[in-house]
């Protein structure tokens, strides 16, 4: 069996391959380097599985933070360029072009051949001036696609710190890789909860809040270390359950249920519970997200 020192071990050197060749730990690519480095240890494949999931979180977490850091840092030294690079333009060409408009106001009665220059001096001015708008209009639109592009590598729920719709994505397809290549079943929860949207009507965006923490403290305190909880932008749970066929499923979605529903908040003196529905559906070998998400049939 791997023990926490011979995980921690083979982690280090998963991540100092990662490292040394740039790569982003997604949890496919982390379980086949870690059941391979475990095989060269003498471990077998069994006791890979039976790994505690949660350090790839960790890690991966981790890995896309610094990546998001450095973009952020990138990001905030070009919005700072681009700032003086307008102000010295901007007042650089608006002092030339002020000063070439009162001489060829003074000049209107003199020598039309010099007027001539003098205008063709100004459009090529005021050329150079729309072009260098142009460029830092551009610059702009790129710091704003990197801005998008920062947020997008997001993993993160702001609120539960859970892993949000993007990491369970991609948890999702080192599901499938286990269920393609070591036909170990996998399954599928949703929780929705009914009345949060009254809850914050009634009470403010602070109690809701404090409602989702601790229903997702709950949750996670009652899932398998081997299961994964994530929480979705429209305010759904879900938990992937590895090694977990649908009649598990449907026990454990029973258990959780129970949990949520002993569970009583309070406010002032207003005392509440939150009513959710829940449903499961096992993974199947070709299946997509959204395939498993329509065979699912929520029941209160």
Request: charged content about 35%; proline content about 1%.
């Amino acid at each position: 069996m791997i023990e926490e020192k011979d995980v921690l071990e083979i982690q280090r050197e998963i991540l100092k391959s990662a490292n040394k060749n740039n790569t982003l730990l997604l949890p496919s690519t982390y379980k086949k380097m870690f059941i391979k480095i475990a095989k060269q240890k003498g471990f077998s494949e069994d006791d890979c599985l039976k790994a505690d999931k949660e350090l790839a979180f960790e890690r991966l977490a981790y890995k896309v933070s610094v990546m998001k850091d450095e973009k952020m840092r990138d990001i905030s030294v070009k919005i700072n360029d681009t700032k003086e690079n307008l102000i010295v333009n901007l007042d650089g060409e608006a002092s030339q072009i002020e000063e070439s408009v009162k001489s060829i106001k003074n000049d209107v009665d003199g020598n039309k051949k010099e007027l001539k220059s003098r205008l063709d001096s100004f459009i090529n001015k005021y050329s150079h001036l729309m072009n260098t708008i142009h460029n830092i209009r551009t610059n702009i639109e790129d710091i704003e696609d990197s801005i998008k592009h920062a947020t997008e590598m997001s993993i993160q729920d702001p609120i539960t710190l859970l892993g949000n719709c993007k990491y369970f994505e991609m948890s999702f397809e080192g599901e499938l890789y286990m269920l393609k290549r070591y036909k170990i079943p996998a399954s599928l929860m949703l929780i929705r909860m009914k009345n949060l949207g009254q809850v914050k009507d009634k009470y403010g965006v602070s109690v809701e809040r404090s409602v989702i923490k601790n229903l997702a403290k709950i949750i996670y305190e009652n899932i398998r270390s081997s299961d994964m909880l994530f929480r979705c932008d429209n305010g759904d749970f879900r938990i992937l359950m590895h090694n977990t066929d649908e009649e598990k499923a449907q026990i454990f979605a029973q258990k959780i249920k129970y949990l949520i529903g002993r569970v009583v908040f309070q406010k002032n003196d207003d005392r509440f519970k939150i009513n959710v529905l829940q449903g499961t559906s096992q993974i199947r070998e070709n299946d997509t997200i959204d395939n498993v998400l329509m065979r699912m049939v929520l029941k209160g």
